[in-house]
């Protein structure tokens, strides 16, 4: 059985770095890609970017490039998302999700993970 | 980018009747090579992740009820609940996964009426 688990919220000041982890199971980990996924409250879906665990190559939406970082641990089937410079437009829920065959969209979906930035 | 847009904004449907959302992109996400297109739909309820009903613009996922079902091709798509349930109520998003970024469309919320 697929599962995607986050870790928990978090709490950080303006300017801070925030890192989510999120730990998959059921399914071989290398075999497909991991996407970031935000909504900020109120607010619709905000695709951010994606990594390939196999190769660690990843993509970023421009808006995020340069403070956005994800990384696989594929040691512990984890992917991981740091985000820097955090300013309180990146109060939202971070979502992963996982692509299921490539171009079949995203088929299974962690639990989300609230930050909120707040001085 | 790809901009993704979505009508109506919201609409409320009777028990058992039918519901169309309607989305559109900016550009083609038809895949020549295989003659897919790269459009997906998903379900939101309050307070829990996206659910994906159908990929391809047209194909359900698995467990996906068939009162669920998507049409279209090129840069217009339908999302269609045939006989609506309560359970039905939530926000819909259109996503098209052709061209990163991967945007998503505003969301359509659909209520009972």
């Known amino acids: 059985q697929v599962h995607l688990v986050q870790s928990g919220a978090e709490v950080k000041k303006p300017g801070a770095s925030v890192i989510v982890s999120c730990k998959t199971s059921g399914y071989i980990f290398t075999s497909y890609y991991l996407h970031w996924v935000r909504q900020a409250p109120g607010q619709g879906l905000e695709w951010m970017g994606i990594?390939?665990?196999?190769?660690?190559?990843?993509t970023y939406a421009q808006k995020f490039q340069g403070r956005m970082s994800v990384t696989a641990d594929t040691s512990t089937s984890t992917v991981y998302m740091e985000l820097s410079s955090l300013r309180s437009e990146d109060t939202a829920v971070y979502y992963c999700a996982r692509e299921s065959v490539p171009g079949t969209g995203f088929d299974y979906w962690g639990q989300g993970t609230q930050v909120i930035v707040s001085s | 980018d790809i901009v993704m847009t979505q009508s109506p904004d919201s609409l409320a449907v009777s028990l058992g009747e039918r519901a169309t959302i309607n989305c559109k992109s900016s550009?083609?996400?038809?895949?020549?090579?295989?003659?897919?297109?790269?459009l997906a739909w998903y379900q939101q309820k309050p307070g829990q992740p996206p659910k994906l009903l159908i990929y391809?613009?047209?194909t359900r996922e698995s467990g996906v009820p068939d009162r669920f079902s998507g049409s279209g091709s090129g840069t217009d798509f339908t999302l269609t609940i045939s006989r609506l349930q309560a359970e039905d109520l939530a926000v819909y998003y259109c996503?098209?996964?052709?061209?990163?970024?991967?945007?998503f469309g505003p969301g359509t919320t659909v209520d009972i009426k």
């Open positions: 990594i390939n665990p196999y190769e660690g190559s990843t």
């Open positions: 550009q083609s996400v038809l895949y020549s090579s295989n003659n897919k297109n790269y």
């Open positions: 996503q098209q996964y052709y061209s990163t970024p991967f945007t």
């Open positions: 391809w613009a047209s």
